[in-house]
């Protein structure tokens, strides 16, 4: 996959609808991956809007790489304590509920029930392993460029890479919904 | 599950997650408060030379316009007793328009003036109801927090109006850096913006629509 960098078009050069979009798509995008490092959505909207400020504050342009700076290191200085020590505990992964798979689950309903059995695994990850996992198979970013990013040697940033894809491969297999998936 | 299963039901999984529309509406109205300059995109089209370069050319032209704004521009407006209370006026709707967008919590909610001046101790004036809001009815006070204007201690307080919109409202003492400053009334991307003086006191009053 590749790497979505992007900026807004210009005001003169594209239309305000075209701007229009583009902020949409840097606001979504901002959005997930806030989500991806606090698994939150009201956190990651608070750490998405306080970024935004900070960006307008400094004076930055709208782009992705000053966006998903600004919210990283909110979330550093918000959450240091349980990103450097905490290891979130998944529970019991037997609990999991194979939603919709009751009687005549509609398409959705399955969808939805893989989703949330991913959002439970994903849940069980930590920050980082979270984070690395989402700039890499949803930005696209290179294991250098997840480095650079988050200040950590790439052999460092590869193996919490692969971590998180055994750990969230484990988490799914024990709860039995691999198959499905 | 392989490597590649694994990353595209990922991408699925945040695919589906959206920021709600308000939220949404509500960034898009805070960038687009302040118009800035976009950098020409180099990273995808140059190369590394390019972009150093291009780099570089862009620190050279801010360094000289700020030596410009430094020696010729800033001096002009201190001396010109109209262009000065104009970019104040200007800097302080822009502050204003900011912090009403940014729509934070209430820290001190309270139904009336007296219920904040008990809470925020910290102001070096007393809060006080305002005599010319300009929007013709009576305003609910919902809470306030701290805030700053141009650097200086200011309260930030929250409104509702008849027809249950929200209003933000500044109050600050009228220090001798406000100076000249005369009652405006600016709109901002959307956003209806009245400064003017009571007193001893600075008044800015934001809402999306007065």
Redesign the interface.
């Known amino acids: 996959?590749k790497k979505r960098?992007m900026?807004?078009r210009?005001?003169s050069g594209e239309s305000e609808k075209a701007r229009?979009e583009d902020?949409?798509e840097l606001?979504?995008r901002g959005?997930?991956y806030a989500?991806?490092l606090s698994h939150d959505?009201d956190r990651?909207?608070d750490l998405?809007?306080d970024a935004?400020?900070s960006c307008?504050r400094a004076?930055a342009?709208?782009r992705t790489g000053y966006l998903f700076s600004a919210i990283r290191s909110r979330f550093v200085d918000q959450y240091r304590r349980q990103m450097i020590s905490v290891v979130e505990p998944i529970g019991d992964p037997g609990a999991l509920e194979r939603a919709g798979a009751a009687e005549d689950p509609t398409h959705d309903e399955l969808f939805r029930a893989?989703?949330d059995h991913?959002?439970r695994a994903?849940g069980g990850l930590r920050a980082d392993e979270r984070e690395a996992?989402?700039l890499?198979?949803?930005e696209g970013y290179s294991a250098r460029e997840i480095a650079e990013a988050t200040g950590r040697p790439r052999g460092t940033v590869l193996s919490v890479i692969h971590r998180a894809?055994r750990k969230?491969?484990d988490r799914?297999r024990d709860s039995g919904i691999?198959e499905t998936? | 599950?392989s490597?590649e299963?694994?990353?595209g039901?990922?991408?699925?999984?945040?695919?589906?997650?959206?920021?709600?529309a308000t939220?949404?509406e509500?960034?898009?109205q805070?960038?687009q408060?302040?118009?800035?300059a976009?950098?020409?995109?180099s990273?995808?089209h140059g190369s590394q030379g390019r972009r150093r370069f291009a780099s570089r050319l862009l620190g050279a032209t801010t360094a000289v316009a700020a030596l410009v704004l430094l020696t010729f521009v800033l001096p002009a407006l201190r001396s010109d007793p109209v262009a000065r209370p104009e970019a104040l006026a200007g800097s302080i709707a822009r502050e204003i328009a900011?912090n009403h967008v940014?729509n934070l919590t209430v820290e001190f909610p309270a139904e009336g003036y007296p219920g904040l001046r008990e809470q925020m101790g910290k102001l070096d004036f007393s809060l006080r109801s305002p005599e010319h809001t300009g929007g013709g009815g009576a305003f609910r006070v919902i809470g306030g927090r701290y805030c700053s204007i141009q650097g200086q201690l200011a309260a930030q307080i929250k409104l509702e109006d008849g027809a249950g919109r929200l209003l933000t409202l500044y109050q600050t003492d009228f220090s001798e850096d406000f100076e000249g400053l005369s009652m405006q009334q600016r709109e901002l991307e959307g956003i209806q913006i009245r400064i003017w003086r009571e007193g001893d006191l600075l008044f800015g009053l934001a809402a999306s629509e007065i």
């Open positions: 996959m960098s900026q807004l210009a005001r229009d902020l949409d606001f979504q959005f997930r989500l991806a959505p990651a909207a998405l809007q935004c400020v307008l004076g342009a709208w893989d989703l991913l959002d994903l996992l989402y890499s198979a949803v894809r969230l491969r799914l691999e998936l | 599950m490597r299963r694994l990353d039901h990922l991408r699925r999984y945040y695919g589906s997650q959206q920021l709600d939220t949404l509500r960034l898009k805070l960038a408060v302040e118009t800035r976009e950098v020409p995109e990273s995808t900011l940014k």
